[in-house]
């Protein structure tokens, strides 16, 4: 079945640094991909998506790539701040399936002054 | 536009008593309404998906009888705990689709069963 693996947390930064979070996933035929973040005590927000190979979702200086070839959609920042803080979910959900999307399992980022 | 909203966004009941969760797309109409739970620090668990007008069909392992969800329109769908307990304590997240697959989550809300 469809599943996302993403590297496990928590992960701890400097303010400026560079992030990556890894996402890779199985499935059959065409999936979208996302990432979602959650802020403390709220709920999921979508932080980007790509519906196709080679698309590269953006949006608040993060992107990610969908690379079929390697199945997977790794989550990048320049330049991280305070404010990022929070947990990362990739995810992959499939039309042909109802539109039912799997998580990976989350990756809390820390970023410190 | 795409706001999910949830109602409450916390609550706390006795044992035993049922608790009904609403779910809301408030700028567009969803056909398809799902519903998570989440426990502290892990991923979502998807429980259950609705289609606007038919029975939502459940994850295995979930009791549909326990976790009872009504799609009545395509603006609401409603997850009802029925006699909770201590267990049941969790955050509970709807998220809706329209006509694209993107799925639109709503606030989540905390359930604490004392």
């Known amino acids: 079945g469809n599943s996302v693996t993403q590297m496990e947390g928590p992960v701890t930064l400097s303010e400026e640094a560079f992030l990556t979070i890894n996402c890779t996933y199985t499935?059959?035929?065409?999936?979208?991909l996302f990432w979602y973040v959650q802020y403390p005590g709220e709920g999921l927000q979508l932080l980007l998506k790509a519906t196709k190979a080679d698309d590269k979702g953006s949006n608040k200086g993060f992107e990610a790539t969908y690379r079929k070839e390697t199945t997977s959609f790794h989550l990048e920042k320049g330049s991280v701040q305070v404010s990022d803080s929070a947990v990362y979910f990739c995810?992959?959900?499939?039309?042909?399936?109802?539109?039912?999307?799997?998580f990976g399992a989350g990756t809390r980022l820390t970023v410190k002054p | 536009g795409a706001v999910v909203s949830q109602h409450p966004s916390w609550v706390i009941c006795k044992s035993g008593t049922s608790v009904k969760i609403e779910c809301r797309s408030l700028d567009f109409q969803a056909t398809t309404m799902f519903w998570y739970r989440q426990f502290p620090k892990q991923s979502l668990m998807l429980m259950a998906t609705s289609n606007e007008g038919s029975k939502a069909t459940y994850e295995q392992g979930v009791e549909k009888d326990k976790f009872l969800i009504n799609h009545a329109s395509l603006t609401l769908s409603t997850l009802t705990v029925t006699s909770a307990h201590p267990e049941d304590s969790s955050f509970y997240i709807c998220?809706?689709?329209?006509?694209?697959?993107?799925?639109?989550f709503g606030p989540g809300t905390r359930l604490l069963v004392l």
């Open positions: 995810a992959l959900s499939h039309k042909y399936n109802n539109n039912d999307m799997r």
């Open positions: 998220s809706a689709t329209g006509q694209g697959e993107t799925q639109y």
């Open positions: 499935a059959t035929g065409y999936p979208s």
